[in-house]
């Protein structure tokens, strides 16, 4: 049979053909280029398919993932997830299609696949591991009909990557460029399985838009929140998957100079607007600001559990204006900017303090401060001129 990556996409009409899974399962749809879940690689290139509950509890019911298209199945990860001490609680799974030559999809964060696609790969013990033993992947060519069931989870991610289409500019395009050939030597992964699982984030697009006409508009519908409290709205309502905006703050910093941020996650961080309502702004911090201590909670002490996970968490404001809460992709190198009014995540606590944001304009390559300071409720509160005061995180790209 003729690789499906060898044939030519359609001229005309979707290059999809089913739906990722039963609509009748899915509460909403969450928007490209999240930038909240901590640890996530950012800026997130997948959308996300939120489930509903499960019956009348909290729990997510669990739904099947289903073939987008009659397509190739080029490669299968799994990743092993484990506790505090160390002990397996779980296993993730990716699975990458090819659907013709200039689409790839892929599913991220399925809890469960069909022992037949592990099979047919040649069982578990074909697969080889990527940077260590709780990842394992394979290369393959398994071809699958569209609409057959793949797996399962209680939601997961869809990524498509369209070859076809220029590039988005980055600010760092070297920091998106997961396992290239380069590498791939260095984890010791055969250069075709390092190709497999490799995609360039820079292509990324809204899967819908790849989808046919009446099932691309039920699920558009559906892009809202994790529970479909907020609807996203506009016409570019599944945003974008790529926010970065070079020479600007907008976009994925890293608290390492060097280029292995795709590999570890937890070093990213990332300044962007609110997927969901874009006139509300998102510091994306991962608990990566050490002067963001849980003593600036707006939370009683005895609280203290609860007080340590808001600090941890995303920050909010609204935008505003000049140099005070203006939008990342307006802060440029040299001003120190002030931003004030913030909160953890969307509804939780206020933060007592400001945060003060300088892009260094005389660094060789993008560097950014960011400090919290305790001393004032709002920027007016902060005597000019602003200034580090030495406890600032530095942040590159």
């Not at 697009?205 to 529970?227: F, I, S, V």
């Not at 609807?231 to 945003?239: I, L, P, Q, S, V």
């Not at 400090?371 to 004032?376: D, H, Q, V």
């Amino acid at each position: 049979q003729t690789p499906m990556e060898a044939r030519a996409c359609p001229a005309a009409g979707p290059a999809l053909t089913s739906v990722f899974a039963p609509l009748e399962d899915v509460v909403s749809v969450s928007p490209l280029g999240g930038v909240t879940a901590p640890g996530e690689t950012l800026p997130a290139p997948y959308i996300r398919i939120n489930t509903k509950r499960a019956d009348n509890s909290l729990e997510r019911r669990t739904t099947v993932a289903l073939a987008p298209a009659t397509a190739d199945i080029s490669a299968i990860e799994r990743r092993r997830v484990r506790d505090e001490a160390g002990r397996a609680v779980a296993d993730q799974w990716t699975i990458r299609f090819r659907v013709c030559k200039s689409i790839a999809v892929t599913y991220d964060d399925l809890d469960a696949i069909d022992p037949k696609l592990i099979e047919e790969a040649g069982g578990i013990v074909s697969f080889a591991e990527v940077g260590g033993p709780d990842h394992l992947a394979i290369a393959t060519r398994i071809r699958v009909k569209a609409g057959a069931t793949i797996g399962s989870a209680d939601g997961f991610d869809v990524a498509l990557h369209d070859l076809a289409v220029e590039p988005t500019t980055l600010a760092a395009p070297e920091r998106y460029r997961p396992l290239s050939y380069a590498r791939s030597m260095v984890f010791n992964i055969a250069p075709d399985l390092a190709a497999a699982i490799a995609s360039n984030h820079a292509q990324a697009q809204c899967p819908l838009n790849y989808l046919p006409r009446l099932a691309a508009g039920e699920w558009k519908a559906k892009l809202g929140d994790a529970w479909g409290l907020r609807r996203a709205e506009g016409d570019n309502a599944c945003r974008t998957a790529l926010i970065d905006v070079p020479g600007a703050a907008q976009g994925a910093w890293f608290t390492d100079r060097s280029l292995n941020a795709v590999s570890t996650k937890v070093s990213a961080i990332a300044l962007a607007p609110d997927a969901v309502d874009p006139s509300r702004l998102v510091f994306a911090l991962h608990g990566r600001l050490r002067s963001l201590s849980p003593d600036l909670v707006a939370l009683a002490p005895p609280l203290e559990e609860a007080r340590a996970a808001a600090a941890r968490d995303f920050l909010t404001f609204t935008a505003g204006e000049g140099r005070i809460n203006p939008p990342f992709a307006a802060v440029k190198p040299g001003d120190i900017y002030c931003y004030e009014g913030l909160r953890a995540n969307f509804v939780g606590p206020r933060i007592n303090g400001v945060l003060l944001l300088q892009m260094d304009p005389d660094a060789p390559t993008p560097l950014m401060r960011i400090e919290a300071r305790a001393e004032a409720l709002s920027c007016s509160d902060l005597p000019e001129p602003w200034q580090f005061t030495g406890a600032e995180t530095i942040f590159y790209r």
